[in-house]
Every structure is written in structure tokens, then in C-alpha cells.
């Protein structure tokens, strides 16, 4: 009698212990899709050593990473439901969250803190400043962050952007548009143009000139992990989980950026490593590295600088009303600061 109530007692503990097995299982499963800023690239290591390393495993996430079509068209896919998260331009949100204030996503980590928005023109064009513009024709991708935020630019400038006559084109057909002078001048990301140049045979440093918006006056946030309004309310562990895994990768990835190539190329065989090497340094040097991280660490803002992106978008696009930076930007699930970098060294 004994023996039975004995071997209950193990059936019944050989349950619980299955049923608390099926619980974590359950809970291990939530799942986030999240779209990229562009196709598989160095700078994205940042992310796949996360899932790789089982970051995200550990945090009982089950993310799913896709390509993007440009930092501006990550905002209305999460904003529609397609993908819980993105890497997107925190401008493009800002100009939904103007419009649309329920629909917009929440940015959550901001890794693009310096603005990388740029006009490249060759090294002989007369374009010397955005005064030299008028009269010209420049061109980008449609879903281009620095084409987006064109307005804002004529506007902190002053100039009339009615005057300059916008060609869209095919990322990869850029470089070699301006390079064959059928534009005066393209639109893009630092980094993206001089490595897309790099790839094609041209030397950017001696054959480009960057015109660089923030230069004149336009002091802007760009890439951020935003979340989608639904997301957010129904997962927030989830979010905090998800900034957990990431900020262990990219302390990883500066660490050993080689590890982060590597992961991008397990993914795209076809990449050039050297050259997706050399981008991801600078990104982290360039993009990532404004010398606020010192005292408020990555993945924060300024809410003074941020008001003040706001307020130069706003103005220049006429927007319809002005977003508070709160509205745009929830530091709630962020690592604490002792953990996030405070300083960017890429290893040599």
C-alpha cells in the first residue's frame, strides 16, 4: 500500500514537473517578427549574434529577423501589424506619430544617435552647400531616410526645395547614376553611399563629397528599435527581454566585430567580409558614437535634443501637431544604464 501511494506520489511529482516544463516551453515562445533597416550588412552582426549566442533564447523570445527596403519603410510596416518590431529612422516615426498618434510605433533603443543623412555629389561638382541645390537634380530611393527629410533640410537651410528636381532609383543603381552624371547629386547614408561605392570600384574619399545635414542645423536621432503600440501593451517583458539579449550583443559585437561579420555571412553567403567589416566600424564610430552616450549610455536620448528633432520636422513638413519626445521615445525598457556602453572602441 505504501508503494502504491509512493509511486503516486513520483507520478505525481513527474507531472508537475512535466507541467512546469510545458509552462516554460509555453512562455519561451514569444514570438517577435522584425524587420531590418536594409539587406543582410555588416552593421546587422549587431543583431544575429543575439539569436546565434541564444540571447534571446534565454529571455524566452523566439525573434525573426527580415530584410528591409530602407530605414523609412520599417515604420509603417510595424505601424500596420506586418512585424511587432523594426529597425527604423525615428524621423519617418515622428512624421506618423504627427499625423496618426494611435497608429504610431515607440522608439525603444536608439542605435543611430549621430544623424548619418547625406547629399553625396562628386568631387569636381560646383554643389558645394545646400544653397548650390537649386537648379540641379539630385536623386535617392524612394524609401530613403536623408530623401525623406529632405524638406526639413530646405527648410533649416532656406531654400526652396520646389526648385530642385527629385529623380527616384534603384539603390544599387545610385553610385554609378552619379558617377555617369545622369544626377548631380544622391541621397543616402554615409556609410551606405561609401560602401555601395567601394563595392562597385570607385574610391569614395577621392571621388565623392559629402554634404551632410548635420551640418546645417539638423542635430537628428536616425535608427531606433521601434515597437508597435499592440506589442508594447500586450508584451512588455517581452520588449525588456528583447533590449536585454540585444544590448549583450552589440557589447559582443564591439568586443569582436569579426564575430558580428560572421554571423551576417552565415546568413548571406555572398557578402564581401572585408568590406562588411569596414562598414560596421563605422557605424560604430560614426553613427553610433555622439559624445552624449558618455553620460546618458547607448540606447537612450536626450529629451532635449529629441524635442528639438520634433520641433525642426514638425515645422519643416508642416505637420499637423506636435508629438511630446515621450510620445516618440520610451526609455522604460532599457537596461540599466550600468550596463549599457557609455563608450564606443571598436576592436582593431
Not at 558645394?128 to 537649386?134: E, M, Q
Not at 525623406?148 to 533649416?156: D, E, I, V, W
Not at 519626445?325 to 540599466?336: H, Y
Request: with cysteine.
Amino acid at each position: 500500500m505504501i508503494g502504491h501511494h509512493v509511486s503516486r506520489g513520483v507520478k505525481a511529482l513527474a507531472l508537475a514537473a512535466a507541467f512546469s516544463i510545458g509552462t516554460a516551453a509555453a512562455q519561451a515562445d514569444t514570438k517577435i517578427k522584425l524587420i531590418l533597416n536594409w539587406k543582410y550588412e555588416g552593421p546587422q552582426g549587431m543583431f544575429f549574434l543575439a539569436q546565434d549566442r541564444g540571447y534571446f533564447k534565454q529571455e524566452g523570445l523566439d525573434v525573426t529577423f527580415d530584410q528591409g527596403n530602407g530605414s523609412g519603410a520599417a515604420v509603417p510596416q510595424v505601424a500596420n501589424g506586418a512585424y511587432d518590431m523594426g529597425f527604423g529612422d525615428i524621423n519617418a516615426l515622428i512624421e506618423l506619430a504627427a499625423k496618426k498618434p494611435d497608429e504610431a510605433p515607440v522608439g525603444v533603443f536608439m542605435l543611430y544617435n549621430r544623424p548619418p543623412f547625406t547629399v553625396a555629389v562628386k568631387s569636381d561638382s560646383p554643389i558645394k552647400t545646400p544653397a548650390d541645390f537649386v537648379g540641379r537634380k539630385l536623386g535617392g530611393p524612394a524609401n530613403d531616410g536623408a530623401l525623406k527629410l529632405f524638406p526639413a533640410l530646405c527648410a533649416t537651410a532656406q531654400i526652396d526645395c520646389g526648385k530642385v528636381e527629385i529623380v527616384n532609383m534603384q539603390p544599387n543603381l545610385r553610385e554609378q547614376m552619379l558617377m555617369q552624371g545622369q544626377v548631380d547629386g544622391v541621397f543616402g547614408y554615409v556609410t551606405t553611399i561609401r560602401f555601395s561605392a567601394k563595392l562597385t570600384g570607385i574610391d569614395p574619399d577621392k571621388q565623392f563629397r559629402f554634404i551632410k545635414f548635420g551640418d546645417y542645423g539638423m542635430d537628428l536621432y536616425s535608427n531606433a528599435i521601434i515597437v508597435s503600440r499592440k506589442f508594447v501593451k500586450e508584451h512588455p517583458e517581452a520588449v525588456k527581454g528583447f533590449l536585454k539579449a540585444l544590448n549583450h550583443s552589440i557589447k559582443d559585437a564591439i568586443a569582436d566585430p569579426q564575430a558580428a561579420i560572421d554571423a551576417v555571412a552565415t546568413r548571406e553567403p555572398l557578402i564581401k567580409p572585408a568590406i562588411e567589416r569596414a562598414k560596421l566600424d563605422a557605424t560604430l564610430a560614426d553613427e553610433m558614437s555622439h559624445p552624449e552616450i558618455a553620460k546618458i549610455g547607448l540606447g537612450d536620448v536626450s529629451d532635449e535634443r529629441m524635442t528639438k528633432a520634433i520641433e525642426i520636422l514638425v515645422k519643416a513638413k508642416e505637420l499637423p501637431r506636435t508629438p511630446a519626445a515621450s510620445e516618440i521615445f520610451d526609455r522604460s525598457f532599457l537596461p540599466p544604464l550600468s550596463e549599457r556602453p557609455t563608450a564606443i572602441r571598436p576592436a582593431t
